[in-house]
């Protein structure tokens, strides 16, 4: 009986999970923690749940093995070595588990972005390596999540069980891995498709499988980024064994309850898009847009522990920021609000300035301005605004004191991580206007001096 994969996508967070079934039982790899998407492709697919794998503990996003397995009575598979609160069904390297008659499926252990790592590898004439966070589309997973003292190690591993990979596996094996779709597990990226890829093709683009182990870990570290604040939290969550998503609705709160948290030092978050809120929002709230990376950079940069309240235009804009953060372990909204900014306070509504890069550029003309970059440090030294002040989003929080009290004009990319820091700056008080513009494409037509730290007199 033929192999049908269906993936599920969370492109929020760059992952994906995958459900793969014969017509009659399926096997599950990396689901996420909201379950109702897997349980419903398997409903939609007439199949039943038998056995689910975890290529490793993750360090994104709360899994949703554990609490699937329970739901189904499915088989929960995890590294014998790894430590976890929890009966599993221990997996070893080279183990092979019959899913089904035509399905089986043999663990490898590819350590590099976890020491316990596993990929999984399914049989036939169509066969598939489920990769995980170790080799990915054109790039490996990130080395440097166990701390700093372990990077330099498991890149090493993660060469070499890259390269394992390649030797065992044959040309046409589809490569499918958890990892790599904008999430910040990965190392780095060769590009090349973002929809699918096999050993052969890896084989051509991937510098992990052309370059000698020595260089690739020079390159490696060298392109590691920071990555989100609350990934700490993530795999002991996922050792403890993490119960499935409470969606249940929020409580709702009025008026006087919102004004009563925000006074309380609670975080309201406005869910609507920057130009919806800088049209006007209620003064001291904080603006993630849902058309962005929302979970990621609220995990980020909020306290953790800190309650959050969310402000949407609709109950389906709330439900979908909500499901968002169970995925990373914020699992309940302390309330929520729906409709228009107005009916959420009786104070008058705070409005956030907007403009161009060639907004910036005629104001410089006429007098000074401080501009503030909030991207990260791999975008700055590419190239920034000469005379900018530098402050990535993700230190914005713990350094506002730091954000000059004067007129402050904010930029990122293109706008969204800009209209995050610059609500969080005009809580303060301090005046802040949004740069909603690309940077790319903008900033030097505009006639704006962009430096970088390889050629600093260039423009």
Known sequence: MATTIITLETSTLGDRSYLVHDGEVAFVVDPQRDLD?????????????????????????????????????????????????????????????????????????????????????????????????????????????????????????????????????????????????????????????????????????????????????????????????????????NAAGPSAADLSEPERADKSELRRRLEAGEWLVD????????????????????????????????????????????REQVAEAQRELSRIGIDRPAAAATGRPEEWTDAPLAQLQSASFADLAQVRHHRPVTVLDVRRVSEWREAHIDGAVHLPIHDIVTRMDEVPEEEVWVHCASGYRASISASLIAATGRRVVVIDDSFDRSAASAGLPIVSESDPVSS
């Open 37 to 237: 998407r897997m349980l419903d492709a398997a409903k939609q697919a007439g199949v039943r749940i038998t056995h689910v794998f975890e290529t490793h503990v993750h360090n994104d996003y709360v899994t949703g093995g554990f609490a699937l397995a329970q739901e189904t009575g499915a088989a929960y598979f995890v590294n014998a070595e790894d430590e976890v609160s929890f009966e599993r069904t221990p997996v070893r390297d080279d183990d092979v588990v019959e899913v089904s008659p035509s399905m089986r499926v043999r663990a490898m252990h590819t350590p590099g972005h976890t020491f316990t790592h596993l990929s999984y590898v399914l049989a036939g004439e169509e066969p598939v390596v489920f990769s995980g966070g170790s080799l990915l589309f054109g790039s490996t997973g990130r080395p440097d999540l166990l701390g700093e003292g372990h990077t330099d190690e498991l890149a090493r591993h993660q060469y070499r069980s890259a390269r394992r990979l390649a030797a065992e596996l044959s040309d046409e094996t589809q490569v499918m891995p958890t990892h790599g779709f904008g999430s910040f597990c990965a190392a780095t990226s060769a590009g090349g498709s973002t929809t699918a890829s096999t050993i052969g093709q890896e084989r051509l683009i991937n510098p992990v499988l052309s370059q000698d182990e020595e260089d690739f870990v020079a390159d490696t570290l060298a392109g590691l980024d920071v990555y989100p604040a609350y990934y700490v939290h993530m795999g002991p969550a």
């Open 271 to 314: 869910l609507r898009s920057r130009t919806a809120f800088a049209a006007g929002h209620v003064p001291g709230t904080f603006n993630f847009g849902l058309d962005g990376q929302f979970a990621t950079y609220l995990g980020w940069l909020i306290p953790w522990g800190t309650p959050v309240t969310l402000l949407g235009e609709s």
